[in-house]
């Protein structure tokens, strides 16, 4: 059986991204979406040996942890029904429920994290699996694999109108960036939260076109919720992104650039106004904390990875001085020599990539390719790169938690290439894979 059920559901899958009408996309064909399906599958494969053999303690190992804690909010399903429905909801947690609760290695450290970054999501997520797949782990793994790829897909469909002639290089971005396809291959937060953010993303793209009806709007307060849940900052951040472009998109008002600015520095001053209302949960104190968090795991776990981020104070002014710091870092680090591991020498050689993919965008590129929908991949990546930079100074994390906002950099320069060029990267890629 533990055989068996994961090549049903990897097949079923397959055969799902073959014929579902869902995956009949402008620009790309069946087969190159079949092949970047079976890539997340043996990207998650080689996760889980990674993980098998990099952690000698299993349950501080991100793909296995969750998956191990469902087990007890599982078991409990059999043993205590109302328990189950009480933790599986979150209602009421008295002592009756301590015996499953302290049997997890993740539950309640959620409870000691700044931002809101709930472990019992994935918990949760993984209990109501069990219930099909008799506890197989590789079943779990192809589940949250397709989670990612059907999020990346909604990504395409929402902004691939942007990019003509670019379709393919648009596809692969978002469906073969090697640490896209990595971290979102396990069992990780990275599968539900991209399935979300591009929900999220399609019914944004509906508003802004003027497509979208009243179930869109239920639908986006739903998503918001739900990102929250994951990776607060992830959601957050979308807000001043999303009302900076319905803004730009407005005909009326200064240029563009000018409104994109104004608008990022009004959040800026909304932020400082509410640290001076409430200083404990203000962005500076909760971005200093969250600092301060990682520097203690890892002292505690002897980092070798550790990186500066600047002395990130709870201050604007800190805020301001590290700003560009965190950007940096979250862009180019690892650097090259900084690859004390043979794991991060992909990272180095990505990163490598990603800059030359901008240097080329810039260098045969033209302003006129240019579109509106640039300045909401511009703030939405300038914020979240910053952010994840300022805050994450061990790299093994940096290179994780930036991959939400990889994408949005690389749309945002590939908007800028002439269709000739875009046409001849495609095709020395295809004689490079053939």
Request: include cysteine.
């Amino acid at each position: 059986m533990n055989t068996i059920l994961p090549i049903l559901f990897a097949l079923f899958f397959l055969w799902g991204v073959y014929r579902w009408k869902f995956f009949n996309i402008q620009g790309l064909s069946r087969k190159f979406l079949v092949t970047a399906f079976i890539t997340k599958i043996i990207a998650g494969i080689a996760l889980t040996i990674i993980y098998t053999y990099y952690y000698d303690i299993r349950f501080e190992a991100d793909t296995f942890r969750y998956f191990d804690d469902s087990y007890h909010l599982h078991r409990a399903a059999f043993e205590n029904p109302k328990a189950y429905i009480r933790m599986l909801f979150g209602i009421d947690y008295g002592k009756d429920l301590m015996p499953y609760l302290d049997s997890m290695n993740n539950w309640f450290p959620a409870e000691r994290t700044t931002f809101y970054n709930d472990n019992r999501t994935i918990i949760r997520i993984n209990a109501l699996i069990r219930w099909f797949s008799f506890g197989s782990y590789y079943v779990h793994l192809l589940i949250f694999t397709f989670f990612a790829f059907y999020g990346l897909t909604f990504i395409y469909k929402a902004f691939h109108r942007y990019f003509p002639g670019k379709k393919k290089l648009l596809g692969l971005i978002l469906f073969f960036t090697p640490s896209i396809v990595f971290w979102s291959s396990g069992i990780l937060k990275e599968g539900p939260l991209f399935f979300v953010l591009g929900i999220t993303l399609n019914v944004l793209n509906k508003i802004f076109t003027k497509r979208a009806y009243w179930q869109h709007y239920i639908l986006l307060v739903f998503c918001f919720l739900f990102l929250f849940h994951l990776k607060f900052y992830v959601g957050l951040l979308l807000v001043p992104a999303t009302t900076g472009y319905l803004w730009i998109i407005h005909q009326k008002g200064p240029h563009p650039l000018i409104k994109t600015i104004l608008n990022l520095v009004s959040y800026f001053a909304i932020a400082v106004i509410w640290h001076i209302y409430n200083w404990n949960w203000s962005l500076f104190t909760v971005l200093k904390w969250k600092r301060q968090d990682f520097l203690g795991l890892a002292k505690s776990m002897n980092a070798k990875s550790l990186i500066e981020t600047g002395n990130l104070e709870d201050t604007p002014i800190s805020f301001l001085q590290n700003f560009s710091w965190g950007l940096f870092n979250a862009i180019v680090r690892p650097l090259p020599w900084e690859a004390y591991s043979i794991v991060l020498l992909p990272n180095v050689i990505e990163n490598c990539l990603i800059i030359l993919f901008i240097f080329i965008c810039l260098l045969f590129g033209k302003r006129k390719n240019f579109q509106s929908i640039g300045y909401f991949f511009l703030m939405y990546a300038f914020a979240l790169l910053t952010i994840v930079g300022m805050v994450t100074p061990i790299m093994g994390s940096l290179v994780r938690y930036k991959i939400p906002a990889i994408p949005f950099l690389l749309m945002f320069f590939l908007l800028f290439m002439e269709k000739e060029k875009g046409k001849k990267l495609i095709s020395l890629f295809n004689k490079r894979t053939a």
